[in-house]
């Protein structure tokens, strides 16, 4: 048979009891004050900073006017969602770690496995980065000292928008090696072909030969001073005409080394501007003191309750038994 216990006995529990739920809750409350004042507190240092559209550092929008066409400054959903994968990412947290000795900071040593592990784990529990309603981006780290949290945080900034941006510089990068190698084996060509040029006129003693794709500069008079005069003239021609088209793939490849170099510097463009640098925080971050003391009231308040209504229960369902 299944005791009674409606709200009317629910209340006369409590009201008989209400002194041992109300010392449980005050225990509660001081137990609250205690861990507070005791307990070590953490600081959470914040840093945001928006994205820059990176289609501004293509040498297509920089050094040409042709079907121009306008280009938002702020980057795209998708470039966010790049720049917070890459904030993300265990090569982003290793160079932070290196770079700030949270290793040291954190008493762990970097050469062991599990120490390693946990300090893995620990940089992902104090770190978050999120999107905000402006399309900004902001990061946050968490730590026992406020000078600590804030250094880490403009850390990740920077180390972030550095490795966003060596994204971009070592395609350029690649580009200009491959148009540095074309340009020098084009030197060589020219070189060569100079010195052959010099050596057929002052056999043929042709000076004034001009080849047909230098079409600005008349033919000097040549007069015929060789019997293979007619063999000297095409084959100057040739040389020429050779020597003409390397060196406006020189002028060329010299015109897009430009363009691939300018805005791979630091200082010539940022792929990431800082809203918000990281100061070192002055308040803890969770509860404050108050809603601790509220939060621990409420818990005790509640267990008592409970555990007063179960023993409550508990013999009711016992003395119907019997």
Not at 18 to 26: C, D, H, P
Not at 230 to 257: H, P
């Amino acid at each position: 048979m299944t005791p009674r216990f409606d709200l009317v006995d629910i209340a006369k529990t409590i009201q008989i009891r209400r002194k041992l739920i109300i010392g449980i809750t005050v225990a509660a409350a001081i137990l609250g004050v205690v861990g507070y004042l005791v307990q070590k507190k953490k600081y959470k240092a914040i840093a945001e900073f928006l994205v820059t559209n990176p289609e501004f550092a293509d040498r297509s929008n920089i050094f040409r006017n042709v079907d121009t066409r306008s280009i938002d400054y702020f980057a795209s959903e998708e470039d966010i969602d790049r720049v917070m994968a890459i904030a993300k990412s265990d090569m982003v947290r290793n160079q932070v770690i290196r770079n700030t000795d949270l290793y040291k900071i954190y008493e762990l040593d970097p050469n062991n496995v599990d120490d390693q592990e946990k300090m893995g784990g620990k940089y992902k529990k104090n770190f978050e980065i999120q999107r905000t309603e402006n399309k900004n981006l902001e990061v946050s780290y968490i730590d026992h000292s406020p000078k600590v949290s804030a250094d880490v945080t403009n850390e990740i900034v920077r180390v972030v928008e550095e490795t966003y941006r060596n994204y971009f510089n070592t395609i350029k990068g690649k580009m200009i090696f491959s148009l540095q190698n074309k340009a020098h084996e084009v030197d060589s060509n020219i070189a060569l072909l100079t010195d052959s040029l010099a050596h057929m006129r002052d056999r043929y003693k042709i000076y004034g030969i001009v080849s047909p794709n230098r079409q600005s500069i008349v033919s000097g008079d040549v007069k015929p001073t060789a019997a293979d005069f007619g063999r000297g003239i095409e084959q100057i021609q040739n040389v020429e005409a050779m020597k003409d088209q390397f060196v406006m793939d020189r002028a060329k490849y010299a015109s897009l080394l430009n363009e691939f170099e300018t805005g791979t510097r630091a200082d010539e463009l940022s792929y990431v501007k800082v809203v918000s640098s990281a100061t070192p925080p002055v308040k803890p971050t969770g509860l404050g003191f108050i809603l601790s003391v509220i939060a621990c009231t409420f818990v005790g308040f509640f267990v008592a309750v409970l555990a007063v209504l179960f023993s409550a229960y508990y013999r009711a369902l016992i003395s119907v038994e019997r």
